[in-house]
């Protein structure tokens, strides 16, 4: 993310392609001749830890781990409290995540620093019924905290403006449909 970032709220860096926000749009730091923004190490975790994920969600959800596949976009994002410059900074409305990213079945969010103490506002929340605020289901960030729902209309949710500080997660999405699936990013 010191590589680049947007002069708005939100900042994203997609692990599979490399595309990071830059002021208003996106550079590529996989790009770079001989890039050190990843390394083996730091491969070897991602894998370990979505591998973890994965299994979590095919229990939870009770399905074959031979039909779950890692999915298109897996990225950081980091939030801000600044205002928004363009439409993708605008991270706190209500949204379906498979109406933005079609293959998504199941999303799942690592969160990377803690809900009042990293940063404030930011909590998570689900609409279960978007005309009585009584049954949203909030979800505090926390450091470790992984969270994992299906993707569809049944879990419209958003999540709230960073008031101070920076909010650092990790979404890593994954589908039923063997030709979307995606490989683990390599080095090259
Ligand atoms: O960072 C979060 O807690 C959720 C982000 C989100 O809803 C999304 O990327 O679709
Ligand atoms: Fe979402």
């Given at each position: 993310m010191a590589l680049g970032g947007s002069q708005g709220g939100a900042s994203i860096m997609d692990l599979h392609s490399g595309a990071l926000s830059f002021n208003d749009k996106f550079i590529n730091v996989?790009?770079?001749?001989?890039?050190?923004?990843?390394t083996p190490t730091d491969l070897a975790v991602y894998k370990l830890v979505r591998t973890k994920i994965q299994n979590a969600i095919a229990e939870t959800f009770g399905?074959?781990?031979?039909?779950l596949f890692l999915t298109h976009p897996t990225f950081f994002s980091r939030l801000t409290s600044l205002e928004a410059v363009?439409?993708?900074?605008?991270?706190?409305h209500a949204h379906i995540d498979k109406h933005t990213y079609?293959?998504?079945?199941y999303t799942s969010l690592l969160y990377l620093n803690d809900y009042?103490?990293?940063?404030?506002g930011g909590r998570f929340i689900f609409f279960n019924d978007i005309s009585n605020p009584t049954k949203n289901v909030t979800v505090e960030p926390r450091k470790g905290r992984v969270s994992m729902f299906t993707s569809g209309s049944e879990n419209p949710h958003s999540v709230e403006r960073v008031s101070e500080g920076l909010r650092f997660a990790i979404t890593v999405s994954f589908t039923c449909d063997p030709l979307k699936a995606i490989q683990d990013p390599v080095l090259k």
């Open positions: 996989y790009a770079q001749k001989k890039h050190n923004v990843l399905i074959d781990i031979n039909s363009t439409p993708h900074d605008e991270y706190w079609e293959s998504f079945h009042g103490v990293d940063f404030k």
